[in-house]
């Protein structure tokens, strides 16, 4: 009894410090920071680099949150290779950053 009573008050904290850290990260990075390569502003939800379920000592790490959106697949997509349950992407970061030196090399957005 103690022993389950244990586990679940482990994954309340980690759950509580997840929210807690999200919730932080979100009040200076608000934005998909792909979208942003693009100069748009499109409201993003914080995704954690390393998942949760695989680090959890990382879960309030600052920076282990990377700001991507939900509403244009960004969070799925770029984060998560289209699965949510089974892939993560730690190298979303540099990806993102390769993406910006493209992008400013090459101006795709320029006609």
Not at 90 to 100: G, H, N, R, T
Request: positive net charge; glycine residues 6%; contains cysteine.
């Amino acid at each position: 009894m103690f022993n389950i009573l244990s586990k679940t008050i482990d994954q309340l904290s980690i759950k509580y410090r997840s929210y807690k850290a999200k919730k932080k990260h979100l009040e200076s990075n608000p934005y998909c920071e792909f979208h942003l390569l693009f100069g748009v502003k499109v409201k993003g939800e914080a995704h954690h680099i390393w998942p949760v379920s695989k680090c959890s000592p990382m879960v309030d790490h600052p920076g282990n949150l990377y700001t991507l959106c939900r509403q244009y697949g960004c969070h799925l997509f770029l984060g998560h290779h289209g699965n949510f349950k089974d892939y993560y992407r730690p190298e979303i970061i540099s990806l993102v950053e390769d993406m910006k030196q493209l992008i400013e090399k090459y101006k795709f957005w320029e006609f």
